[in-house]
């Protein structure tokens, strides 16, 4: 990462940075694209790692970290990624933004903790997020498998990750609205005893969700071979 984006990060980031560059040999390249909104992202692949921000003055160190945990999960650690599988005949956009999705949903399960521990205030940003995920899931225009689908996903984050009383309890007014409390339990009680092993939370979370194996794959990085394969689920 160039010195003037590592200067900006306090020590023990600046450490997790050198840490991550070291072990899979990428440099973390910090690029700037105006387009972007205000949040963060990043993109790993076999080639780079490349952290996206708006603006180099909008280099908030929480933000930062966020991404950084992605990548070292991804290139560091080895944990796999949801993907299209590309045998899958029936691919629409909206089956990739979907999979992408919970595959972002189901990595904030381990990343956000680890987060809120450093970093206090992002506390209650997350719980801003899911406040307005919870009205979304009740006010979009959803077909009821995706309302579900959300709904468990959502309420599962917000019961794993240390969020406010008041919070999980909107949470649980919805899935008893909805009908999938019970569910809601079973598909805790199913899933979080697999966060260690991503394939097996993948399985499990595909079972739940009614979301057809033969759609996905799972992509893991070599980042010392600079190689990328997907295997079936
Ligand atoms: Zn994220």
Redesign the pocket.
Known sequence: MEDHYLRQLPGDLQALVQATEQQSGFAIQVEADPARGTTLACHVDERSARLLVSREEFFQPASVM??LL?MRRFLVDGVPQIVVNDDFNDWTPQLEAGLTNLD?SL??LV?VPEEILRFSVRRQYWAGVMTRKLREIRVNPLDPDDRRRHALVNWLFIHHVPMEDALRQAADRLLDELGLRQQADAFRDALVHTLAVKEETVRVCFAWLNIPFATAALKCIDSRAREARAVAL
């Open positions: 966020h991404e992605h972002n990595e904030h990343i």
